[in-house]
């Protein structure tokens, strides 16, 4: 069993940055890739960004090219997504997942269906 669990979410201006983490506990010995996805007030959850755990690829929406980065550290088995030049569309509930074995197909990363855990979810809010 594999646990999940997002922090460093909260209020923040327009302009400013945040700096999400993700810590995985339990059985993670054996990730594939991880990623950020969020979903925002009566919209469906959507990808942010995705890292392959072994060579450190990383993927993102074009939304967030640019403005989001998104990293880990092996050996805390932790995936941050650092979010700068926020906006307020950036608003949501931001969501880490993890993907246990290799997949393989174009875009795989943004499909939520590939993912084997997920956290429980951490609020981000960018005022204008």
């Known amino acids: 069993q594999v646990q999940l669990v997002e922090s ?6 327009a302009g400013g940055s945040l ?35 072994s060579n ?24 941050y997504l650092q979010m700068n030049s926020l906006k307020p569309e950036d608003t949501a509930v931001y969501y880490c997942a993890r993907r246990t074995d290799l997949v393989l197909g174009r875009s795989w990363y943004v499909q939520e269906h590939v993912y084997d855990n997920w956290g429980q979810g951490t609020q981000v809010t960018v005022s204008s």
């Open 8 to 13: 460093g979410g909260g209020l923040v201006q």
């Open 19 to 53: 700096r999400l983490s993700c810590a995985a506990s339990g059985r993670t010995f054996s990730s594939f890739a991880m990623a950020w996805f969020r979903q925002a007030p009566g919209k469906e959850r959507d990808f942010v960004a995705a890292i392959i755990w």
């Open 56 to 79: 450190g690829n990383t993927y993102y929406a074009d939304s967030v090219k640019g403005r989001f980065t998104i990293s880990r550290d092996n050996a805390k088995n932790t995936v």
